[in-house]
């Protein structure tokens, strides 16, 4: 991580506390810059994998995927700018941010209200987050990009400072890095670091493409595009069972369940494996590469909290079904549609297990039916991810990944049956 000063940092903030803020940023920089990602000619974008496959892009716009980043439009930002509800005050009684709905965009708007003269207002350009957990929102100083000081939180519906900055604070000098949008996004171009220039938030900026789309796990599919768009017969929903069973004889694009099992996990392990250390450059992983290439994965923690930047890949190769099987993400979940309620899940745990290896099944019969994962996959608070405004502590719930036998969460769910 570099720190750089920005020119731009919010005056009511103590300069001295800025290398802190940022260092606890997420990891950011590669230590290697010679591999090139490909060129944004390489993808032909949703609009046209739509064409062709009806059936995994009908529900795909509307997955937490698709709609995962966003330009900052009215439909995109989910916070009020009610008045009423439009104000967002700090442990500091002075430090405020108000949220500005303006003509040509939406706006944080930070003042000091014993200096009134010491104020700065920024445009939320970028929406971060489809609003499952919450929204982050970024704006462009030039090419630079930066985190704006207030989030918002789905679980009470209001804005809060956004996460691991310090209350009573505010802070606009937070720097983008490339692995957010690499996590974040579907295609952007990195402008490294160089001798003269140190800041490692410069993006071109018309090069950015929001949202996740297919190519982010099938690879780029240009050339896919041209070779069937070339073969008779191949058009929009013309495909025959029998093209279907053969696969696509042009080639040219990945269907990750024909990688091995290893590739797959990489595949999800790019953005679920945590907050990692980048080795390449962003944007060179593609499918049916391996991971462990471009990021330094570490094995998960026994005692590591589950949060929104959580591991699933690594509590899931904690699990005894994980060493046991040949479980991978897809096991459990269509990427093409939208999440099913955790009570549906119990249909993939019985694709594996009887209902009766349950060793509460005797006590408690049917009941568990549609609890598997509240018992064995339960929600847990997370630790990191606390907010504190306006003296409010609010902690996150998340869903680890870890499948086993947890006696207070088991204790906690036969309670509940109990009660009915
Ligand atoms: C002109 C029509 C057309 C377009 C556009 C198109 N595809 Fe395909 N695609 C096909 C056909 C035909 C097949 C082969 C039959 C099948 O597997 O469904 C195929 C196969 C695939 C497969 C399976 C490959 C395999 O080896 O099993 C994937 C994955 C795929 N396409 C993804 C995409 C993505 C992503 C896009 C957008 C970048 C896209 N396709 C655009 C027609 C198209
Ligand atoms: C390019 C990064 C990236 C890749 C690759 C990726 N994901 Fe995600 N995934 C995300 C992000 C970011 C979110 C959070 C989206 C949001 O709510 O804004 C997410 C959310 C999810 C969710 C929660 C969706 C919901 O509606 O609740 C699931 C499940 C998921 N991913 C599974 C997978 C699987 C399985 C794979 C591998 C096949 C995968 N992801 C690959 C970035 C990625
Ligand atoms: C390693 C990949 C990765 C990096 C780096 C990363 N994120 Fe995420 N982020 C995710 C995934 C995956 C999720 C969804 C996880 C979940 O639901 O548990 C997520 C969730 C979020 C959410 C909540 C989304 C929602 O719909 O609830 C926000 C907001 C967010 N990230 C912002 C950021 C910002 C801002 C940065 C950079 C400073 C960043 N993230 C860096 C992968 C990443
Ligand atoms: C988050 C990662 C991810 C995204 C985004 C994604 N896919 Fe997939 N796709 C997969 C995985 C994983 C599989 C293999 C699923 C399995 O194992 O059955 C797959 C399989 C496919 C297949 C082959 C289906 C078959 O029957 O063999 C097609 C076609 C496809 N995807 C098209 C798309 C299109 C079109 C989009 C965008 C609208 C898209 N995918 C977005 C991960 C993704
Ligand atoms: C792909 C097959 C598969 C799926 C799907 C699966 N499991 Fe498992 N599970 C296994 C195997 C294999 C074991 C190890 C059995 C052994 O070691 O005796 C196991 C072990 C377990 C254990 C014992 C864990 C321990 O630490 O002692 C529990 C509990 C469990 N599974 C619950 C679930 C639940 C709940 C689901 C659904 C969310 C699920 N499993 C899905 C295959 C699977
Ligand atoms: C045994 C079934 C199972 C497998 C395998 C599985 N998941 Fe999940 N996943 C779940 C369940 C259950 C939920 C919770 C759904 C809910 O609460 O609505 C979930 C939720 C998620 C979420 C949203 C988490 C949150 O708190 O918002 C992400 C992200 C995710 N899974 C990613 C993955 C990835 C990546 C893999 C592969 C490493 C994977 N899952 C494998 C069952 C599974
Ligand atoms: C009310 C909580 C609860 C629910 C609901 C529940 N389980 Fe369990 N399960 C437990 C507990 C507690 C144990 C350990 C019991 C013991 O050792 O006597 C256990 C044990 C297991 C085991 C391991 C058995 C062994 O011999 O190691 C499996 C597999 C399992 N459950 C699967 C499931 C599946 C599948 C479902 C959903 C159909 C489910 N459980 C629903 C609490 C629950």
């Known amino acids: 991580m570099r720190a750089r000063s920005t020119g731009i940092f919010f005056a009511l903030v103590c300069a001295a506390l800025a290398p802190v803020l940022i260092s606890q940023a997420m990891p950011g920089s590669p230590t290697d810059n010679t591999q090139t990602p490909p060129s944004p000619s390489a993808y032909a974008g949703d609009a046209a994998c739509a064409q062709c496959h009806r059936k995994e892009a009908?529900?795909?716009?509307?997955?937490a995927h698709a709609r995962d980043s966003a330009p900052a439009a009215a439909e995109h930002v989910l916070g009020s700018f009610l008045p009423g509800h439009n104000v967002m005050r700090t442990s500091d009684p002075d430090l405020v941010v108000n949220m500005v709905a303006g003509r040509d965009g939406f706006y944080q708007n930070a003042v000091n209200l014993a200096h009134p003269e010491n104020h700065l207002t920024e445009r939320m350009d970028i929406v971060i987050g489809s609003g499952r957990h919450g929204q982050t929102y970024l704006y462009w100083q030039g090419d630079q990009l930066y985190e704006l000081p207030v989030s918002y939180w789905t679980w009470d519906h209001d804005w809060v400072i956004s996460p691991g900055m310090p209350d009573g604070q505010i802070h606009f000098d937070r720097a983008i890095v490339p692995r957010c949008l690499e996590c974040h996004a579907s295609y952007f171009r990195w402008i490294p670091p160089d001798a003269s220039d140190t800041a490692a938030n410069r993006f071109a900026k018309d090069s950015l493409v929001l949202g996740i789309g297919c190519e982010r796990c099938h690879g780029p599919g240009a050339e896919h595009v041209a070779r069937e768009r070339?073969?008779?017969?191949?058009?929009?929903?013309?495909?025959?069972?029998?093209?279907?069973?053969?696969?696509?004889?042009?080639?040219?694009?990945?269907?990750?369940?024909?990688?091995?099992?290893?590739?797959?996990?990489?595949?999800?392990?790019?953005?679920?494996?945590?907050?990692?250390?980048?080795?390449?450059?962003?944007?060179?992983?593609?499918?049916?590469?391996?991971?462990?290439?471009?990021?330094?994965?570490?094995?998960?923690?026994?005692?590591?909290?589950?949060?929104?930047?959580?591991?699933?890949?690594?509590?899931?190769?904690?699990?005894?079904?994980?060493?046991?099987?040949?479980?991978?993400?897809?096991?459990?979940?269509?990427?093409?549609?939208?999440?099913?309620?955790?009570?549906?899940?119990?249909?993939?745990?019985?694709?594996?297990?009887?209902?009766?290896?349950?060793?509460?099944?005797?006590?408690?019969?049917?009941?568990?039916?549609?609890?598997?994962?509240?018992?064995?996959?339960?929600?847990?608070?997370?630790?990191?991810?606390?907010?504190?405004?306006?003296?409010?502590?609010?902690?996150?719930?998340?869903?680890?990944h870890r499948i086993a036998i947890y006696p207070e969460a088991s204790a906690h769910v036969e309670r509940a049956i109990a009660g009915k």
Do not use: W
């Not at 504190?388 to 996150?396: A, D, K, M, Y």
């Open 230 to 400: 070339a073969a008779p017969g191949r058009n929009a929903g013309t495909r025959t069972s029998e093209q279907a069973a053969a696969g696509s004889n042009g080639g040219a694009i990945v269907n990750p369940a024909k990688l091995s099992r290893d590739q797959q996990i990489s595949l999800c392990s790019l953005c679920h494996a945590g907050a990692v250390e980048p080795l390449r450059p962003p944007m060179t992983f593609l499918v049916g590469d391996n991971i462990r290439d471009f990021l330094a994965i570490q094995p998960s923690k026994a005692d590591e909290p589950v949060d929104v930047h959580g591991n699933q890949v690594g509590k899931l190769e904690e699990s005894k079904c994980f060493a046991g099987s040949q479980m991978t993400c897809s096991t459990c979940h269509d990427v093409h549609r939208t999440q099913e309620d955790a009570d549906a899940f119990n249909r993939h745990c019985l694709a594996c297990h009887a209902i009766s290896a349950c060793g509460r099944y005797h006590a408690l019969g049917a009941a568990i039916r549609t609890r598997c994962v509240d018992c064995h996959m339960p929600e847990q608070e997370s630790g990191k991810i606390v907010s504190n405004t306006g003296g409010r502590t609010l902690h996150g719930l998340f869903r680890t």
């Open 58 to 63: 009908e529900f795909y716009a509307r997955t």
